[in-house]
């Protein structure tokens, strides 16, 4: 079965600095990753995925992700937080079979403070 | 939220009544998907649907029922037998190709009062 696990309900970043958003997955073979974000009352907006290739993948927004094989996570990255990065992110994994839906994990919120 | 649209945003019903979220996508996507979000529970699977009347249980299908006549419309009836509905409903659609994104609608914030 698969599953993603986010250990941080909450991560709270000063304006300009770097932030890190924490994600483990666990799969049977090779995984598709993938982040969301939320806005309030919104629906879910796809950031970034990796499905093979290089570990580094860049994305929407300036946000990045590694993939990290032998520690099954792929955190997700930004060198300088915006104020306006303040939302829920989503990691989420599925295996590379046709339709199989996405698991999610259970999100963490993002604050980024001025 | 691309081409795909949830109506309403906002749906109160009473306890005991049924109630049909409409989830409709231009984007000719095959594979069509309802979660429920709720606090602190991230997204949930109720059901999924590959293709055109075809459709499979998810992870919290009870009190729940789909169809999927048309390929652009996945809608979801929830029953009054769902203990506990009142929740932020989300569908989502994607295309067949394996690496593909699935990309979510806006949303439908569903009340029991």
């Known amino acids: 079965a698969q599953s993603v696990a986010q250990p941080e309900d909450q991560v709270n970043v000063a304006e300009g600095n770097p932030l890190t958003v924490k994600c483990t997955y666990s799969?049977?073979?090779?995984?598709?990753l993938f982040w969301y974000v939320q806005y309030p009352n919104r629906g879910l907006q796809f950031l970034l995925k990796?499905?093979?290739?290089?570990?580094l993948v860049k994305g929407s927004y300036g946000f990045e992700a590694e993939f990290n094989k032998s520690q099954t996570s792929f955190h997700l990255k930004k060198p300088s937080a915006l104020v306006s990065d303040s939302a829920l992110y989503f990691c989420a994994v599925r295996v590379p079979s046709g339709n199989t839906p996405l698991v999610f994990g259970k999100g963490t919120r993002l604050s980024v403070i001025a | 939220d691309g081409g795909i649209t949830q109506s309403p945003k906002y749906l109160f019903r009473k306890e005991g009544q049924n109630v049909t979220l409409s989830c409709e996508q231009n984007l000719n996507h095959d594979a069509m998907y309802w979660y429920r979000q709720d606090p602190g529970q991230g997204l949930r699977l109720i059901y999924y649907?590959?293709?055109?009347?075809?459709?499979q249980k998810g992870d919290i299908a009870e009190g729940y029922s789909v169809s999927r006549e048309k390929k652009e419309s996945f809608p979801l009836t929830v029953t009054s037998a769902q203990k506990n509905p009142t929740a932020f409903y989300l569908c989502?659609?994607?295309?067949?190709?394996?690496?593909?994104?699935?990309?979510f609608g806006p949303g439908t914030r569903l009340t029991v009062l």
């Open positions: 990796y499905i093979t290739g290089d570990n």
């Open positions: 989502a659609s994607k295309s067949s190709g394996g690496s593909d994104t699935q990309y």
């Open positions: 649907s590959q293709i055109v009347n075809d459709f």
């Open positions: 799969v049977s073979g090779n995984p598709y």
